[in-house]
């Protein structure tokens, strides 16, 4: 089983901070993704990584990849209260069964 | 922009029941997944569907579960006996063939076992 660690478990911050989550791993994947999930809906596909030392922008978020391709962060910059939510990073084993971290729940104070 | 569709959004059933629990995946999409995240817990992957097949499947999924795409555009699950400890979000996914990687979530199924 490949397991995806994510740090922290639980971060709440206020509007304006800048802040990073982890995703780690023993295993080499071939890609990860990062999604949000809101309370009681499906996870919300944000980025795929594929390339060790990637470095992925979607506005105010930065994605990167590791050299090693075991590891992934998300970076956010100036926090909104619109950020809120859980992230989870996942990523495929050979064939095409996703494993997902453990997840990070952001809170955002306005 | 398409997406992933599931009905119903919730499903109560008694335990011994079987369920059916549908997904519309997105249109030219060709590879068909279902997740289920137990409340509290780590969203996880229950079985791969290709060509008409099941590519892979966990343990979790046993002889309980089954999947079919009775239609050209309708994906399933069924749960032939649900027990209590079936009760749990249950998400569709698709992707396309050019990239396996990127999966799009549909916004689940709850289903609750009483």
């Known amino acids: 089983t490949q397991l995806l660690e994510q740090s922290p478990q639980f971060l709440s911050i206020q509007e304006g901070e800048n802040l990073t989550v982890y995703c780690n791993s023993s295993?080499?994947?071939?890609?990860l993704q990062w999604y949000r999930q809101e309370p009681g809906e499906g996870p919300v596909l944000l980025v795929t990584?594929?390339?060790?030392?990637e470095v992925k922008k979607l506005k105010r978020l930065t994605f990167q990849f590791g050299d090693a391709r075991k590891d992934s962060s998300l970076h956010i910059t100036a926090a909104q209260p619109g950020d809120t939510g859980l992230y989870l990073c996942?990523?495929?084993?050979?064939?095409?069964?996703?494993?997902f971290g453990t997840g990070t729940s952001l809170t955002v104070i306005p | 922009e398409p997406e992933v569709t599931q009905t119903p959004s919730h499903q109560v059933t008694q335990m011994g029941q079987e369920v059916i629990l549908r997904c519309v995946p997105i249109?030219?999409?060709?590879?068909f997944y279902w997740y289920r995240q137990i409340l509290g817990q780590k969203v996880e992957f229950l079985v791969s569907?290709?060509?008409?097949?099941?590519?892979?499947k966990s343990e979790i999924f046993d002889d309980q579960f089954s999947v079919e795409r009775p239609d050209g555009s309708n994906f399933t699950l069924k749960i032939r006996s649900t027990k209590l400890e079936d009760s749990a979000m249950y998400f569709c996914?698709?992707?396309?063939?050019?990239?396996?990687?990127?999966?799009?979530f549909g916004p689940g199924t709850r289903l609750t076992v009483l």
């Open positions: 996914a698709s992707s396309d063939l050019r990239s396996t990687d990127t999966q799009y």
């Open positions: 295993s080499v994947f071939s890609s």
């Open positions: 990584v594929v390339t060790g030392g």
């Open positions: 996942a990523g495929p084993n050979t064939g095409n069964q996703f494993y």
């Open positions: 249109s030219n999409h060709l590879y």
């Open positions: 569907f290709y060509n008409n097949e099941i590519s892979e």
